[in-house]
């Protein structure tokens, strides 16, 4: 089943900062910090995108043409941990109109590896959509709690401090790109965290 998900939120605390991230390559100068800042944000994207989750707290819309995925009793929510279910909506089969539906009725199971999946709560009717691309709509929040470095797994965290690293020892380059033994390393450190569904 197609889903297509946009940012709604942008985070606006990041899982390690700058003092972090110096200690772990070494730097000793401040001079920088502005250019590691921003590299922070680049690095997190980039662990967000390689392992399929969420690790700053972001906002997220997402539409599809069904409320469970083909053969499965559940809607897997991409990029999770879902922290909150903030709205979910329909298109009638009757008549195609956007319908406001009540998030009480849901439940939201996410598990060790921070796989999100959406559900009815049991005995809940479940309403018949139109033959639409965007006929489930939900909006919904991911990442941590409060966006605190507490939060995120270290391992998380030294990935994201990994990546700024190189990009900081290669500076001259006009790529921003992430060398396969830097991708092997992460791949090593959050085997349980890359997605496989999502």
């Known amino acids: 089943m197609e889903k297509r998900l946009a940012i709604?939120?942008?985070?606006?605390?990041?899982?390690?900062?700058?003092?972090?991230?110096?200690?772990?390559?070494?730097?000793?100068?401040d001079d920088d910090d502005t250019w590691i800042g921003e590299r922070i944000t680049a690095a997190r994207t980039w662990v967000e995108k390689f392992t399929g989750k969420t690790f700053a707290r972001t906002g997220y819309v997402l539409k599809c043409p069904a409320w469970k995925d083909d053969g499965?009793?559940?809607?897997?929510?991409?990029?999770?941990p879902?922290?909150?279910?903030?709205?979910?909506?329909?298109?009638?089969?009757?008549?195609?109109?956007?319908?406001?539906?009540d998030t009480d009725e849901f439940e939201i199971e996410t598990d060790e590896t921070l796989t999100?999946?959406?559900?009815?709560?049991?005995?809940?009717?479940?309403?018949?959509?139109?033959?639409a691309w965007d006929a489930v709509q939900i909006t919904y929040v991911a990442g941590a709690e409060t966006g605190s470095?507490?939060?995120?797994?270290?391992?998380?965290?030294?990935?994201?401090?990994?990546?700024?690293?190189?990009?900081?020892?290669?500076?001259e380059s006009t790529h921003m790109d992430v060398p396969e033994s830097?991708?092997?390393?992460?791949?090593?450190?959050?085997w349980d965290l890359v997605a496989t569904d999502c």
């Open 8 to 29: 709604t939120t942008k985070p606006t605390v990041e899982p390690v900062d700058a003092a972090y991230v110096k200690l772990h390559a070494r730097i000793d100068i």
């Open 72 to 80: 499965e009793d559940f809607l897997l929510l991409p990029k999770g």
């Open 82 to 101: 879902a922290l909150t279910l903030d709205t979910v909506a329909y298109r009638g089969a009757s008549d195609g109109v956007l319908v406001q539906y």
């Open 116 to 131: 999100s999946r959406l559900r009815f709560k049991y005995g809940k009717t479940i309403p018949s959509v139109a033959n």
């Open 149 to 171: 470095e507490d939060e995120i797994d270290e391992r998380v965290r030294q990935c994201v401090a990994m990546v700024v690293a190189y990009w900081y020892e290669n500076r």
């Open 182 to 190: 830097i991708q092997s390393s992460a791949r090593g450190l959050l």
